[in-house]
């Protein structure tokens, strides 16, 4: 089983960063592959210096950018996906689960 996070960025950049912090331990621990969808750029540095997939896409219509963000893992060798909130932190036995 390959497991990709997928996640939608728009703000918040504290609680952004926290987030992206859980996500690369995630990815490092789990050897999951996370994807974020951001807008204009605003977070591509931060996702880059942790190892995070980052894809940029208009904020609006919301569903447009999620879509935008599943058609990068028809690309990659996901067989599950697992959708989270920006400010959705889960902890390691729930992965392991």
């Known amino acids: ?3 990709g996070i997928l ?3 728009f703000n918040r950049p504290y609680l ?10 995630l990815k490092n621990k ?5 994807v974020v969808v951001g807008s204009e750029n605003e977070f591509e540095e ?12 208009v904020n609006k219509p919301l569903g447009s950018k999620w879509n935008h963000g599943m058609r ?3 690309e ?7 959708v989270l909130g920006s400010d959705d932190f889960i902890s390691d036995d729930f992965v392991e689960f």
């Open 76 to 82: 990659l060798d996901i067989t599950h996906v697992m």
């Open 1 to 3: 089983m390959k497991l």
């Open 7 to 9: 996640s939608t960025l």
């Open 16 to 25: 952004t960063k926290l987030f992206l912090d859980r996500l690369a331990h």
């Open 46 to 57: 931060d996702c880059e210096k942790r190892g995070i997939i980052y894809t940029d896409h």
């Open 72 to 74: 990068v893992f028809r």
């Open 30 to 34: 789990f050897d999951v592959i996370p």
